[in-house]
C-alpha cells in the first residue's frame, strides 16, 4: 500500500545505519524526531464538499486527502503534522478522452477548478487546491494503456496516466523501451512527465521528455487539441512545446505518443574517482562535449561523494576503496562519476573506453562496476531515505537549476552556501551537496541536497523552508540559472519565473492560458498565477 | 552582382549540355524559352511609395523592387514576366535592436506593416508585400557580426541578419562551425533560418536550426522578448519554440545565440546504390534507427538517381559506374544514397563502417567517395539549375513535406501523381523525382522536384503553378503529412496549415501574434492570417 503522509510503498524502508546517523549528527547535530499525525486525525480535517453531484466524482474525505498534495517538503509538513489545509472538493478518475470532457463540461458550468494529476509525485507544489473556488482533482491513472506500437516508426502511444513501471513493463512485453528513469519513476505518469518537462536519469542517450514527446490529444475548456505526429515541420511553432510545461493550465492530456528504442542488449554502469571539483568538472565537459553514445554521467561533488559513501554501508569495502584511491590521488576532495552506457554491446563499450580515456588526463581513476551496478540497483530506493531522516529528525529537500559550463561551479558554491546562510539564521546548521546529474555540451544541471534539522512543530518547520526555498531560489536566479531543469514551476517556482520569461514572455503565456481557458478553471495559481 | 531576378550570382552558370537537354525533351518535350522581362521595365512598375519620411528607409524603385520578393515560382513568375505587383513602400536596413525599435515606433504610430527579412530566399510567399496598408521590408543583413563565443559552453551569438557563408567564416577562423548547410546556405541568414524552421544538409549530425537555437532577442510591438540560454529547462512552456517558425509575426530576431562545435576534423560523402526503393528505403530506416553517427543520409529514388546521373556530364565514366553497377543488380529501378561523416576521423570511418554494413543484406553496392565529393562540392551550385531551366524554356518548382516510415513510400507516390496529374490538365508532362533528405528514427522527409515546360504567358504558368501546387499540398495533407519539412508557411503553405495545427491550435497562434502586436503590424497574411 502506497503511503498517505511519505514516499512510497510502506513495505519498504531505507535503513540507515548508526554509523550513517554519527556522521549526521557529527554534521549537524542530533535530530529530534517528531510524533507524526494519523490518518484519521488528517482526514478528520478534510471538510464538507461543495461539489454539485457528478457520477465521476468521489468526495469521500480519505479519497480527497490522498489526491490533495504532492512531495514537497511544505507537502510533507501538512501530512506529517496534520495541517491538511485546503483539499480538492473531490476526486475523479477519468477513463476516456469523453469522461475528461464531460469533467470540463461539468467544471465550466459549476465554476468548478481542475486539478490535473498523474502519480501526484510533485515537488514544487502542482497540486494544491486553489483558494476562492470549489476544485476537483482529476487522477488520470486509469488511462494507462498501450494503445498503439508504431515499430516502424518507433512510436508507441499510451494513455496519458500510465506509471513508469506499467509503461515500460507493456513495452518490453514487445521488446522496447521508453528510456525515461526520473527518480520518481516507481510513481510518476507519463502525462505528468511532459507537462512538466521531466528529465530522466539516462536522458543523455534517450533524451528529455520533450524529444521524446511526438504528440497526442489534450481536452481544453475549448476543445481538443489534437497533435500530429511527425519526424519534424517546419509549419510555424511547435504546439506540442507549449503543451511541454503547461502543468494543467491548458488542459488534460489524454493520450501521448512518445518515441521508443528497442529495449537495450546492453546496459552498465560504471565509477570513476577524480582527485578534485575542478579536474572532475572539466573531465566530464569535454566526455560530453565529445558527442559519444552514453547513456548517463552523474557527478557528485566531494561532499555529496563522502556522504554516499558514508550512507553505503559496506564499511570495511569503503574503507579498501578510499585506501586505493587515496593512493591514486583521490584523497579529502574526491569527486565520484557516474557513467552509464547502453545499447549494443560492441559500440557501447566503445563509447566507454573513449570516455575513460578523456578522464584520464584529469586524474580519473577508473574503479569498476561495482558502485555502478550498486548505484542502478537503487537508482529508486534513494528517495525512501527521506522516509527514514524524517523519522529521525531530520528534513531532506532538494533544488535543482541548470547553468551554462562557466557558471556551473558558481552556481553549485551559491546554492548550498545560500542554504547554509538561511538555516544559519535559525541557528541551525545545513548539510548541503550537490551532483550534476544531467550534462549538455553547453552545460549542466545542478541539483542540490540539503539535509536539516526538524524544529519540532508545522509553524517553525515551515518558516526554516520558506527561508531555505526563497534563499536557494534567488540564489539560481541571481547567477542566471532557470528555476527549473525537471520539476517544473508549480506553486513553489511560480514567484521565479518572471526571471527567465521576462514580463513579455510571462504574460504571453497568460495569454495562451486565457484563451484556451477563458474562465481559468485549469489548476489555476499554478506555473503562472 | 546578385541576379535580380533569379539564384544567385550573374557570374555562376549551370552549363546543362546537349544530352541532358535531351533527355528532358524526351521526358516532356521540347522546353520554349521566354523573353525576360529587363530591370528597367520591372523597375518602372514600381509605384510611389505612401510613407512618411524616415532616416532608416530607403524608398527608391530598384532598392524595393530587390526586396520585393523571395524565390518561390510565382515570386520568380513575376519577376521574369515583369509582373511585379506589390512591393514595399521602402526598405530599412537597420544596424541594432534600437534601429528595430525606432522602426516598430514608426510601423505603429503610421500603421505600416513590417516585412522582416533575411536573404529574401524564401520559396514560400513570406516576403508579399500585404495590401490595404503600406509596407516596409525590413533587411536585416547588416547586423552580421560575431558578437560573442563562449567556448566552454559551445556557444555563440551573432546579429540575426549574418547569411550563411558570413557566418562560418567567423567561426571556421575561431575553431568552429554551426553545421547549418541547407541549400540556401549562400543566401539565407541566421535570422531567416530560425523564424522559419530551417534544417540543412548535415542536420543528421548538427540537428535542426530548432536544436541551434538556445536563445536571443527579439524586438516586437510589446517590448523586447529576451530569451536567455539554459542547457536544458523544465520551467513551463520554451519560449524560443514561439520564436522558432515565428515567420515575422512577432517580431524581428536581432541577435541569436546558437549551439557551435569544433570544426570536424574529417569529412567525408560516400555514395551507395541499391537495387530498388524498397531495399533502399528499409535499409535507410534500418541505418538511421541504429543511431550511428553519421551527419547526412540522402536517397533519391530511381528517378531522381537517373536524372542525377544524366545530369552529370562525364558520360563515359557513367556508363562505366552503370556497366559495374548492373553487375551488381543495381539496374533500372536502382536508388543512389550518399552518406556523409565528420568529426573525429576514427570515429567517423567506425560509424560509416558500421552504416556499410548495415546496407549489405539490402544489396547496397558501396561506389566510394567521388560521387560523394562531387556530390559536395556542388551542394550550393545545383540550385543554380533552376536559372539554366528557365532559359532553355522550363520552370522547376519542389515541394517537401516529412511523415513517419509507413507512408513515406505512399506520399513518395502520391506527391508525383498529383503533379502528373496536375499538369496532365495542361496536356503537359511533368518530370518529378523525389528525394528523402533528411532521416530520423521516425520517419523521414520527403522532397520531390517537378520539371515542366513552361506555357509562356505569366497567367497562363502562374494557373499551371496554381494546380501543380494546389494538388501536391492536398496530397500532402490527405496523406497526414506536415506542410513544410524545413521550409516554413509563408503565404503558399497558409491555406493547409489548419489540417495540422487543427482549429484551437490555430486560434491560439493567433492568440500569441495578436498579444504580442495587437495593430497586426508584423508581416500581416502569412502564416496564419
Redesign the interface.
Known sequence: MRRWNGWGDESIEFALHADALAFLAQRIGAGRPVTDAGLAQARAQIGASRLPEHALIDTSPEVRLRNALGQSLPDWLRLRYGVIGRAPDGVAYPQSAQDVRELLAYATQHGVALIPQGGGTSVAGHLTAPSGMPSVAVNMTRMRQLLYL?T????ATFGAGVFGPDLEAQLRARGYTLGHFPQSFEYSTLGGWIV????GQQSLKYG?I?QMF?GGSME?P?????L????????????R???????GRMGILTEATV?V?PAPEYEAFHAVFFPNWHAAETAV?QVV???L?LSMLRLSNPLETTTMLALAGHKKMIALLEGYLSLRGCKGGKCMLMIGVS??KS?AR?ALR?ALVLTLPHGGVHVGRTMGEKWKQNRFRNVYLRNTAWQHGYAIDTVET?????RVEIMMRAVEAAGAAALGQYGEQVHAYTHLS?L??????VYTTFVYRLAGDYEADLARWKSLKKAASMAIVDN??????????GSD?APY?AA??????M???R??FA??DPQQIMNPGK??P
Chains 1, 2 share one sequence.
Do not use: C, N
Not at 512538466?196 to 528529465?199: F, P
Not at 475549448?222 to 489534437?226: A, I, N, P, Q, W
Not at 549538455?440 to 544541471?445: C, D, F, I
Open positions: 508504431d516502424e516508426s518507433q512510436l512538466t518537462r521531466s528529465s528529455r520533450e511526438r481544453t475549448s476543445g481538443t487539441l489534437h500530429p505526429t511527425f519526424p519534424a515541420s517546419a509549419a510555424g511553432p511547435d504546439l512545446e507549449m503543451v511541454l510545461g503547461s502543468e518515441r528504442t565537459r562535449q565529445a558527442g553514445s545499447g549494443r559500440l566503445a573513449e541548470a547553468v551554462d559550463w562557466p544531467h549538455y555540451a553547453q552545460g549542466a544541471s542566471g540559472g532557470t528555476i527549473s531543469h525537471q520539476h517544473g514551476v517556482h519565473l527567465e520569461k521576462g514580463w513579455l514572455g504574460s504571453t503565456l495569454a495562451v484563451h484556451v506555473l503562472a
